[in-house]
């Protein structure tokens, strides 16, 4: 017999199609009065000022090279750069003042050169940002959780974003050691244990966008990350993968920082120039469950991948629907 609508396997196919609805998207950031990644998330193009980043192909010492890599990058859809002067790993000292003297004469010289192209700066430091703030940038990338408390008002003051992160309370440059994410003290019964990060996550998240908004930066501004790598182990980064449906509830913007990272490299046992297809799989669950943008060394790459998840979810038109008219 034909299961009719009313039917038991009626009822559970209707119920599935209603369950399968993809989540909603964590809302746009919206810098200098421009919304980016709204309906598709936004690419985060890399560029480094420094001679020592774990991913060779995109140090950039040499200006011309720089300038080059960002038109790059804006032609292959780039909506942010995002301008980095340390690395982030354990390495030689580089003072706040090497610090500035690699990125912000840098910051100048792309904004000038592309002035309606959104212009991050990946620093912990107070005084880096404020230069750079002074130099055109519209966003201050704090990749170390608030290591130095004065970036926020920075930030504040000087009418740029922020991205608030996680590092698990380790200091910047520093690698993680014997990571442990005890649960949370209010847990409910049946807690997976293994969700513990996701917590600690949330809870530091969620703290540094009260600062931030305390500071006077606008909510929409505010980026959060849960900083996949920093401050934690392999199985924890891709446990943040699996709940991004549930950063992106959080009702700020989030950047998801996949690209090439360790966790991809030691989930796949693949060095950092052969991770791109892993972080390209991470990068399409990522933006399937709501994220909204994307730093990314491989801006074709992950451009593409985000366009063709916009358009399954149905957030996004095909550009040449022709077959079957």
């Given at each position: ?15 599935a199609?209603?369950?399968s ?9 919206v810098l200098r ?18 001679d ?12 011309r ?6 038109a ?31 990125v912000?004469?840098?910051v100048?010289?792309?904004r ?6 959104l ?19 519209d966003?201050?990338?704090?990749t170390?959780?608030?290591?130095d408390p004065d ?6 003051e ?6 608030c992160?996680h590092?698990?309370?380790n ?5 993680p050691?014997?990571?442990a ?6 847990a409910?019964t049946g ?11 949330m ?7 009260r600062r931030?908004l305390e500071?006077g ?16 182990r ?7 993968v699996?709940r991004t ?10 950047l ?6 360790d966790?991809v490299?030691?989930?796949?046992d ?15 669950v990522?933006?399937?469950?709501g994220?909204t ?10 451009r593409?991948?985000l ?12 550009r ?5 008219l």
């Amino acid at each position: 017999m034909t299961a009719t609508r009313s039917s038991g396997a009626g009822e559970r196919f209707y119920a599935a199609l209603a369950s399968s609805e993809p989540a909603p998207r964590a809302p746009g950031l919206v810098l200098r009065g421009r919304r980016v990644g709204a309906d598709v998330p936004a690419v985060m193009a890399i560029v480094n000022r420094t001679d020592d980043s774990f991913y060779a192909p995109a140090r950039y010492q040499d200006d011309r090279a720089a300038l080059d890599a960002v038109a790059r990058a804006v032609d292959d859809g780039a909506q942010v750069v995002d301008i980095g002067g340390v690395r982030a790993g354990v390495g030689p000292e580089v003072t706040p003042a090497q610090e500035i003297a690699r990125v912000v004469p840098f910051v100048t010289q792309v904004r000038q050169r592309f002035p309606d192209l959104l212009i991050s700066v990946d620093t912990w430091r107070a005084e880096v940002g404020r230069a750079a703030a002074d130099a055109g940038a519209d966003l201050l990338n704090d990749t170390w959780a608030g290591a130095d408390p004065d970036l926020v008002a920075v930030a504040g003051e000087t009418g740029l974003g922020v991205v608030c992160s996680h590092t698990g309370g380790n200091a910047p440059r520093t690698d993680p050691h014997k990571v442990a994410f005890p649960p949370p003290a209010d847990a409910p019964t049946g807690f997976d244990d293994a969700d513990a990060v996701v917590a600690d996550v949330m809870s530091t998240v969620l703290a540094g966008a009260r600062r931030a908004l305390e500071a006077g930066v606008p909510r929409e501004a505010i980026l959060v990350d849960p900083t996949h790598d920093f401050g934690k182990r392999t199985v924890d980064s891709l446990r943040l993968v699996r709940r991004t449906r549930v950063l992106a509830g959080l009702g700020f913007p989030l950047l998801m920082a996949l690209s090439r990272k360790d966790f991809v490299g030691e989930t796949l046992d693949l060095p950092v120039s052969e991770r791109l297809e892993g972080t390209l799989a991470a990068t399409a669950v990522a933006a399937w469950e709501g994220a909204t943008v994307f730093r990314s060394h491989d801006v074709a790459a992950t451009r593409q991948v985000l366009e063709m998840i916009a358009a399954v979810r149905g957030d996004l038109a095909p550009r040449r629907p022709v077959r079957g008219l």
